[in-house]
T-cell receptor, first 109, second 116 residues
C-alpha cells in the first residue's frame, strides 16, 4: 500500500498562499496522487490529481518532484471558506484506496 | 447533474440490531464505493463495485457487513448485527472511470450511524 503522511494541522491567514506537503515514500509506478477536501458533515470533494511535475486547475496547484516520493498541494490566497480537512491519496490501477488522517487547515481572519 | 444520493442521513440503533443504507450514484458512473469514516479519521474503503461486480472487499467485515449492487446502479450496505464500534459516517462515492484508477470520486453526504 502507498501509505501517505501529512501534517495533522496547519494554520494560515486569509489571503496567504498555503502549501500542504504529503509524503508517499513507497509510491508505485502506476500510482497517481489525488487530493480531496472535506468540510464537516460532508463527503470529500476532489481538488486535483497528478502523476508528475506540476498540475494546475482553477482552485489549486499540485507539485510532484521527479522522485515522486512527496507532493505539495498549493492553495493560492486562501479564504475562511477554505478551512477544511485535506487528504492526500496515492493510488493506481492495482492499489487499494487508502486515505490517511488528513491535514486540518484553519484559515484565520 | 445530480450528485450521489444517500439515505438515511442519520440513524440511531441499539447494538445487535440491523441497519441498511442506500446509495444512488451519479447516472452513468460504473464504479461505486462504500467507505466507513470514524470520527477524526480518513475514510476507509469497505467495498468497491464495478457495475454489479465486486472489485475489492478486502476490508469489509464480512461476518456482519454485506453490500449489493444488483442492477449495476444503486447499492445497499447492511450491518447485521451492529456493534458499538460501527458508529461512524458511511460514505458512498461513484466514479466514471472503470477499474481501479486513476479516477475522480464523487462522494455523497454520508449516513451518520450511532450505535448505542
Amino acid at each position: 500500500l502507498a501509505k501517505t503522511t501529512q501534517p495533522i494541522s496547519m494554520d494560515s491567514y486569509e489571503g496567504q498562499e498555503v502549501n500542504i506537503t504529503c509524503s508517499h515514500n513507497n509510491i508505485a509506478t502506476n500510482d497517481y496522487i489525488t487530493w480531496y477536501q472535506q468540510f464537516p458533515s460532508q463527503g470529500p470533494r476532489f481538488i486535483i490529481q497528478g502523476y508528475k511535475t506540476k498540475v494546475t486547475n482553477e482552485v489549486a496547484s499540485l507539485f510532484i518532484p521527479a522522485d515522486r516520493k512527496s507532493s505539495t498541494l498549493s492553495l493560492p490566497r486562501v479564504s475562511l471558506s477554505d478551512t477544511a480537512v485535506y487528504y492526500c491519496l496515492a493510488s493506481g490501477s492495482a492499489r487499494q484506496l487508502t486515505f490517511g488522517s488528513g491535514t486540518q487547515l484553519t484559515v484565520l481572519p | 447533474e445530480a450528485g450521489v444520493a444517500q439515505s438515511p442521513r442519520y440513524k440511531i440503533i441499539e447494538k445487535r440490531q440491523s441497519v441498511a443504507f442506500w446509495c444512488n450514484p451519479i447516472s452513468g458512473h460504473a464504479t461505486l464505493y462504500w467507505y466507513q469514516q470514524i470520527l477524526g479519521q480518513g475514510p476507509k474503503l469497505l467495498i468497491q463495485f464495478q457495475n454489479n461486480g465486486v472489485v475489492d472487499d478486502s476490508q469489509l467485515p464480512k461476518d456482519r457487513f454485506s453490500a449489493e449492487r444488483l442492477k449495476g446502479v444503486d447499492s445497499t450496505l447492511k450491518i447485521q448485527p451492529a456493534k458499538l464500534e460501527d458508529s461512524a459516517v458511511y460514505l458512498c462515492a461513484s466514479s466514471l472511470v472503470t477499474g481501479r484508477g486513476p479516477y475522480e470520486q464523487y462522494f455523497g453526504p454520508g449516513t451518520r450511524l450511532t450505535v448505542t
